[in-house]
């Protein structure tokens, strides 16, 4: 028995690294491969600013009216 644990303790040693190094590979072809061209899509296509407001609505500024809330009490203790 002891020397099955020996030769455990020596495939880890081994194994460890190996298993790192593929680790790092996967994520890497992950990245590369779903996460970067999605978030460049996004980038391209978004308008979290809604700039591009001007060209549906004809609009010459991006400026959104703002509506006030009511502000009494009861609405005061609803903070959240």
Do not use: C
């Amino acid at each position: 028995m002891n020397s099955v644990k020996i030769l455990w303790k020596k495939w880890l040693a081994v194994a460890k690294p190996i298993g790192n190094f593929n680790a790092q590979v996967i994520l890497t072809v992950f990245y590369l491969v779903i996460v970067l061209p999605l978030g460049i899509g996004y980038r391209l296509l978004s308008d979290p600013l809604n700039m591009k407001r001007e060209k549906i609505s004809k609009q010459k500024t991006s400026f959104a009216k703002w509506k006030h809330p009511k502000q009494n009490l009861e609405e005061a203790r609803k903070q959240y």
